[in-house]
């Protein structure tokens, strides 16, 4: 299948790559320099620009930061056309970015109108997911779609579910990473809390991950450094997923909190903390840095 892949981030990048390593013809383009040239270097064709990657492409799929960067770059922006002029009738849109619902829809319908069907599928997993191929999907957009884009989303991730009309998978995802900013704020409080009365963070966590505070942080992405050689805590927070995009998720929840009239006040605090955090100059570390903000000393 012929598909175009635009955005290569921590994500993007190894979810291309996926698809590539699949047999797929994937033609990848990013913004960034780096990113086009790490893609290269494993092999997949990187095009010169966005407009020449979605030439002839079946399927379409983005990984972009933010809303106004999916609306920009499928809508247009500063009278520059976007990317919709581009894309040939019949060809499927699969944007996996995290953006608001209203976005999605906004998208899906002036793809619709011009032939070009689309479904929201935000991602959960971390870079970890994405390299290894077992993220979730969670997919907003007609059961059609969905099943045309089913074949590229196995060969992405592992579990692949359909929340409803487009839009519901980035309400599904904005819930998740609610409650996953909540956790891990939660967490690394323990973890700082017997640290600070000298207790070992390994055998904590341990204790914690085996008991009823166990928690997908503890099993799979501790906040403090040398607790797990794999988490981004043990790689001074590099790479992973970044403290100011959960910042915009968090916000995305309170936005959708505040417009349906919904109560989330451990969601509001987790914002705030995680503002702080980067106001602190901490915003392009991993979200498990936030465990900086509790820790003694």
Not at 117 to 144: K, N, R, Y
Not at 169 to 184: V, Y
Not at 259 to 269: M, R
Request: aromatic share 4%.
């Amino acid at each position: 299948m012929k598909i175009a892949f635009i955005g290569l981030g921590n994500m993007g990048g190894p979810m291309a790559h996926n698809l590539h390593k699949a047999g797929h013809e994937v033609r990848a383009f990013d913004l960034s320099q780096p990113a086009r040239d790490k893609l290269a270097a494993d092999g997949v064709p990187i095009a010169p620009d966005a407009v020449t990657a979605v030439q002839g492409a079946e399927v379409v799929v983005s990984m972009l930061p933010a809303s106004q960067h999916v609306e920009a770059l499928f809508l247009g922006r500063d009278g520059q056309p976007g990317l919709l002029q581009s894309i040939a009738q019949g060809a499927l849109i699969i944007d996996s970015s995290t953006i608001a619902a209203a976005t999605s829809q906004k998208v899906a319908k002036t793809a619709e109108a011009a032939g070009v069907a689309f479904i929201d599928a935000p991602v959960s997993g971390g870079t970890g997911g994405a390299i290894a191929g077992t993220l979730t999907f969670m997919v907003g957009g007609p059961a059609a779609a969905l099943e045309r884009a089913r074949p590229l989303l196995e060969k992405m991730g592992a579990n692949i579910f359909h929340a409803g009309a487009v839009g519901a998978g980035q309400t599904a995802k904005i819930c998740n990473n609610m409650l996953l900013g909540i956790l891990m704020a939660g967490t690394s409080e323990a973890i700082a809390l017997g640290v600070a009365n000298g207790l070992d963070p390994k055998v904590l966590s341990e204790i914690m991950r085996r008991s009823s505070g166990g928690n997908w942080a503890l099993e799979k992405y501790n906040p403090m450094p040398g607790v797990m050689e794999t988490a981004p805590a043990s790689k001074g927070y590099a790479g992973g997923f970044g403290t100011d995009l959960m910042l915009k998720d968090l916000g995305l929840a309170q936005e959708n909190a505040t417009a349906v009239k919904a109560s989330t006040p451990l969601g509001g605090l987790a914002r705030n903390l995680y503002a702080a955090h980067s106001l602190a100059g901490h915003g392009a570390l991993d979200f498990s840095s936030i465990i900086k903000m509790v820790q003694k000393g």
